[in-house]
């Protein structure tokens, strides 16, 4: 780790995460093989895609000396849990804006952000969605002072980039690289960093995500300026929306923890999951195709 600034440092070298072939008999049936990119295990509390769009950005902060990280989130977002831990990491204060009203108890991902000296304030619902306007953006400087904003979810150009470092890390040959998606970033990224003849595919977990496809082209234009044609998003596997699961969700990862021993989180990694088996027993996959899967959380059940 290289030091910036007067005291903070950040994520500057993205520890490499190991790769896993998964052995099913329904994949050996049709001819497809699935290898889990473990992005789970680059670190214990920035787990996946966390770490990788974080990396730049704290970067960034670093260099302009900003002391405190804002961003927003849902009750149980991931991602306002990884900025609390890379706050206390990396020597930021953090602030967490939170969607709705606040629920006493904490669940386990605010009480974890809390933990880590994240100061939580909450947003009702009609001001969040305008969150990424000025004048709410303007309000909180008013209210807060100073700090660097990241967007909800961590989706930005510079998360683009830490995302587009991942395909040159699998050292096998693949036809499909395969993520969940709940802003875009990751799959922005993964698809601007594949070689020609690769694909990327994306598994939304928002009911309606359709949307999705515009973000991350816009995403890709902001970053690279032009959106590139190897990827899509696939909107069948939500199980409802997000942070919502469904009986077959929840058959499937049962299912899969017996054949493999392997908990998936299922507000991202399960649907992602879910939804590669389930178009591989429908023959979407061509014989000799070669999936890697991203693991881009831990591989266990936040939200229960």
């Known amino acids: 780790m290289g030091h910036l600034g007067r005291r903070r440092c950040g994520p500057d070298q993205t520890p490499l995460s190991p790769l ?41 902060a670093a260099e302009l000396g900003s002391e405190t990280l804002l961003t927003f989130g849902g009750a149980y977002s991931n991602h306002v849990r990884a900025v609390a831990a890379a706050g206390a990491r990396f020597g930021f204060q953090t ?35 305008a969150k990424d306007t000025a004048p709410v953006i303007e309000a909180l400087r008013q209210r807060f002072g100073s700090f660097y904003l990241l967007p909800e979810g961590g989706s930005n150009e510079l998360a683009v980039h830490g995302c587009a470092e991942l395909p040159a890390e699998i050292d096998v ?36 995500g359709q949307f999705l496809a515009d973000d991350i082209a816009r995403l890709q234009v902001a970053t690279y300026g032009k959106v590139s044609v190897n990827w899509t998003i696939n909107c069948d596997f939500h199980a409802g929306g997000y ?38 027993e429908r023959g979407a996959f061509s014989r000799k195709t070669t999936i890697v899967a991203v693991i881009t959380g831990p591989m266990r059940a936040d939200t229960e």
Not at 23 to 29: A, G, I, K, S
Not at 99 to 117: C, I, M, Q, T
Not at 177 to 202: E, F, K, M, S, Y
């Open 20 to 60: 896993m072939e998964l052995h099913d008999p329904r994949l050996t049936h049709a001819d497809v093989h699935v290898i889990l990119k473990r992005d789970d295990m680059i670190h214990p509390l920035l787990p996946g895609n966390k770490w990788r769009k974080l990396k730049y950005n704290l970067t960034r």
């Open 95 to 129: 602030i967490g804006v939170i969607r709705g009203e606040e629920h006493l108890p904490l669940n386990d991902a605010l009480s974890f952000a809390a933990g880590h000296g994240m100061r939580l304030v909450y947003m009702d619902r009609s001001t969040y969605r």
């Open 173 to 208: 040959p693949f036809d499909v690289i395969c993520c969940p998606v709940g802003t875009g970033g990751t799959l922005a990224g993964i698809a601007a960093g594949l070689n020609v003849g690769q694909q990327a595919l994306g598994f939304s977990v928002l009911r309606g």
């Open 243 to 280: 942070a919502k699961r469904n009986t077959d969700l929840d058959l499937f990862a049962k299912d899969f923890a017996d054949r493999h021993g392997m908990l998936l989180d299922w507000v991202y990694v399960a649907k992602m999951m879910w939804g590669i088996f389930s178009l591989t």
